[in-house]
Nanobody, 121 residues
Framework: QVQLQASGGGLVQPGGSLRLSCAASGSIFIINSMAWYRQTPGKQRELVANIATSGFTTYADSVKGRFAISIDNAKTTGYLQMNSVKPEDTAVYYC???????????????WGQGTQVTVSS
């Protein structure tokens, strides 16, 4: 079984930058595709960015041009680079990665536990 860990959140001023990371804890998990979501209290979970197995990326209009989703060369860590952040970016960010354990055939999707991003002056 795989447990994903989302990390890198914190307090940042408007206009600043953060890089969120998503990786397995205690296992080697090969990521084939990944999405980042965010959620605020009382609001529906929102898709922020997605990277397909082909490498094709898509973004919500609200973050296009400011955020970038990627997977490292080893395909063990996914990222969300957040630039020029705004107060409305404040949310808990969750990663959803689809892939397989090293040496395994079966592919599954897993959720990270979430990391808090707060944009405030």
């Amino acid at each position: 079984q795989v447990q994903l860990q989302a990390s890198g959140g914190g307090l940042v001023q408007p206009g600043g930058s953060l890089r969120l990371s998503c990786a397995a804890s205690g296992s080697i998990f090969i990521i084939n595709s990944m999405a980042w979501y965010r959620q605020t209290p009382g609001k529906q979970r929102e898709l922020v960015a997605n990277i397909a197995t082909s490498g094709f990326t898509t973004y919500a209009d609200s973050v296009k041009g400011r955020f970038a989703i990627s997977i490292d060369n080893a395909k063990t860590t996914g990222y969300l680079q957040m630039n020029s952040v705004k107060p409305e970016d404040t949310a808990v960010y969750y990663c959803n990665a689809r892939g397989h354990l090293y040496g395994a055939y079966e592919e599954y999707g897993y959720w990270g536990q979430g990391t808090q991003v707060t944009v405030s002056s």
